[in-house]
Protein backbone atom coordinates (compact mmCIF):
# COMPACT_ATOMS: atom_id res chain seq x y z
CA UNK A 1 0.00 0.00 0.00
CA UNK A 2 1.30 3.36 -0.79
CA UNK A 3 1.52 5.80 1.80
CA UNK A 4 2.51 9.77 1.78
CA UNK A 5 3.07 11.28 5.11
CA UNK A 6 3.44 15.05 5.07
CA UNK A 7 5.12 16.96 7.88
CA UNK A 8 6.70 20.11 9.12
CA UNK A 9 3.94 22.70 8.31
CA UNK A 10 2.40 25.71 10.10
CA UNK A 11 2.75 28.96 10.78
CA UNK A 12 5.46 30.99 9.84
CA UNK A 13 5.92 34.98 9.05
CA UNK A 14 6.08 36.82 5.65
CA UNK A 15 9.89 36.22 4.75
CA UNK A 16 10.05 33.09 6.93
CA UNK A 17 11.31 29.46 6.37
CA UNK A 18 9.86 26.37 6.66
CA UNK A 19 11.00 22.59 5.64
CA UNK A 20 8.17 20.16 4.60
CA UNK A 21 9.23 16.44 4.30
CA UNK A 22 7.15 13.45 2.64
CA UNK A 23 8.17 10.04 3.99
CA UNK A 24 7.20 7.85 1.67
CA UNK A 25 6.47 3.85 1.67
CA UNK A 26 4.94 1.08 -0.48
CA UNK A 27 6.48 1.82 -3.46
CA UNK A 28 9.86 1.58 -5.43
CA UNK A 29 10.99 4.87 -4.45
CA UNK A 30 13.48 5.74 -7.17
CA UNK A 31 11.11 4.09 -10.09
CA UNK A 32 8.70 7.36 -9.33
CA UNK A 33 9.07 11.24 -8.84
CA UNK A 34 7.14 12.96 -6.00
CA UNK A 35 6.32 16.50 -6.28
CA UNK A 36 4.87 19.12 -3.77
CA UNK A 37 1.32 20.22 -4.70
CA UNK A 38 -0.50 22.88 -3.03
CA UNK A 39 -4.21 24.15 -3.42
CA UNK A 40 -6.55 26.64 -2.31
CA UNK A 41 -9.81 26.54 -1.44
CA UNK A 42 -11.91 27.50 -4.57
CA UNK A 43 -8.87 26.80 -6.54
CA UNK A 44 -7.15 24.54 -8.43
CA UNK A 45 -4.15 22.25 -7.14
CA UNK A 46 -1.10 24.10 -8.42
CA UNK A 47 2.50 21.82 -8.51
CA UNK A 48 4.94 23.69 -6.94
CA UNK A 49 8.17 21.56 -7.28
CA UNK A 50 8.75 18.00 -8.61
CA UNK A 51 12.10 15.37 -8.26
CA UNK A 52 12.56 12.07 -10.35
CA UNK A 53 13.81 10.11 -7.96
CA UNK A 54 15.60 7.88 -10.49
CA UNK A 55 18.11 11.04 -11.34
CA UNK A 56 17.67 13.80 -9.38
CA UNK A 57 16.22 15.95 -11.54
CA UNK A 58 13.91 19.09 -10.21
CA UNK A 59 11.22 20.72 -11.42
CA UNK A 60 9.91 24.34 -10.30
CA UNK A 61 7.08 26.53 -10.61
CA UNK A 62 8.21 30.12 -11.91
CA UNK A 63 7.00 31.48 -8.45
CA UNK A 64 9.35 29.06 -6.39
CA UNK A 65 12.27 29.28 -8.17
CA UNK A 66 14.78 30.51 -5.94
CA UNK A 67 13.04 30.25 -3.03
CA UNK A 68 11.98 26.85 -3.17
CA UNK A 69 14.36 23.55 -3.06
CA UNK A 70 13.54 19.88 -3.18
CA UNK A 71 15.79 17.07 -2.00
CA UNK A 72 15.23 13.34 -1.68
CA UNK A 73 17.28 10.88 0.64
CA UNK A 74 16.71 7.79 -1.13
CA UNK A 75 18.30 5.93 1.28
CA UNK A 76 15.44 6.68 3.64
CA UNK A 77 12.74 7.38 1.22
CA UNK A 78 12.15 11.00 2.38
CA UNK A 79 11.46 14.04 -0.02
CA UNK A 80 11.92 17.28 1.25
CA UNK A 81 10.85 21.01 0.53
CA UNK A 82 12.68 24.24 1.35
CA UNK A 83 11.00 27.01 1.31
CA UNK A 84 12.69 30.38 2.16
CA UNK A 85 11.17 34.12 2.05
CA UNK A 86 7.57 32.76 1.96
CA UNK A 87 5.39 34.99 1.46
CA UNK A 88 1.04 35.10 2.22
CA UNK A 89 0.23 33.65 -1.64
CA UNK A 90 1.86 30.33 -0.48
CA UNK A 91 -0.51 30.04 1.72
CA UNK A 92 -2.10 26.66 1.19
CA UNK A 93 -2.46 23.09 1.73
CA UNK A 94 0.66 21.40 0.68
CA UNK A 95 0.10 17.65 -0.47
CA UNK A 96 3.11 15.15 -1.17
CA UNK A 97 2.23 13.06 -4.29
CA UNK A 98 3.74 10.35 -6.57
CA UNK A 99 3.78 10.48 -10.58
CA UNK A 100 5.79 7.89 -12.89
CA UNK A 101 9.14 9.57 -13.12
CA UNK A 102 8.79 9.35 -17.30
CA UNK A 103 5.69 12.16 -17.01
CA UNK A 104 7.76 14.37 -14.85
CA UNK A 105 9.47 16.37 -17.19
CA UNK A 106 6.38 17.72 -18.82
CA UNK A 107 4.08 17.12 -16.00
CA UNK A 108 5.05 18.19 -12.65
CA UNK A 109 3.00 21.07 -12.79
CA UNK A 110 -0.64 19.34 -13.72
CA UNK A 111 -1.91 17.32 -10.80
CA UNK A 112 -4.28 14.78 -13.04
CA UNK A 113 -0.90 13.06 -13.92
CA UNK A 114 -0.30 11.89 -10.27
CA UNK A 115 -1.08 8.69 -8.89
CA UNK A 116 -0.98 8.80 -5.31
CA UNK A 117 -1.54 11.38 -2.78
CA UNK A 118 -0.41 12.32 0.96
CA UNK A 119 -3.29 13.91 2.90
CA UNK A 120 -1.69 17.40 2.98
CA UNK A 121 -0.40 19.79 5.85
CA UNK A 122 -1.50 23.41 6.23
CA UNK A 123 1.11 25.80 5.37
CA UNK A 124 -0.04 29.60 6.17
CA UNK A 125 2.00 32.40 6.25
CA UNK A 126 1.12 35.44 8.00
CA UNK A 127 2.15 38.39 10.34
Known amino acids: EVQLVESGGGLVQPGGSLRLSCAASGFTFDDYAIGWVRQVPGKKPEGVSC????????YYKDSAKGRFTISADNAKNIVYLHMNSLEPDDTAVYYC????????????????????WGQGIQVTVSS
Open 97 to 116: AVMKRDLVASYCDYHPAYDY
Open 51 to 58: INNHDGNT
